[in-house]
């Protein structure tokens, strides 16, 4: 079966709100279970350019924020769904947020 991998990193302070998100706008199913993610938590690293509305940081200063990186499947048909609840709760203006084709096995 073919679905789409998310990998999304928000500041620790939001991840609840994030994979509340993604389960509710159907990403995270995995068969009979719903909201499955996994998450890790990390440093992001990051300075904010002239045009930048920064949530954290000033512009032209390097910033370091302690993160989740969330990582979870989605049915291919869902992934602009989700992808726009994700940014509807995200406080960066620019998240990072990566989706790839995978087989699930």
Do not use: Q, W
Not at 84 to 104: K, Q, T, W
């Amino acid at each position: 079966m073919k679905m789409m991998k998310v990998c999304v990193t928000v500041p620790r302070t939001h991840a609840n709100t994030v994979r509340e998100a993604i389960g509710n706008a159907g990403g995270g199913k995995i068969g009979n279970y719903s909201f499955c993610s996994f998450s890790s938590v990390g440093t992001g690293r990051f300075k904010p350019e002239n045009g930048a509305h920064p949530a954290i940081g000033e512009i032209g200063a390097l910033e370091e924020v302690e993160e989740e990186r969330i990582e979870f499947v989605c049915e291919p048909a869902l992934i602009e769904k989700v992808v726009a609840a994700i940014r509807l709760v995200h406080p960066y203006d620019e998240p990072a947020i990566d989706a790839f084709l995978v087989e699930i096995l």
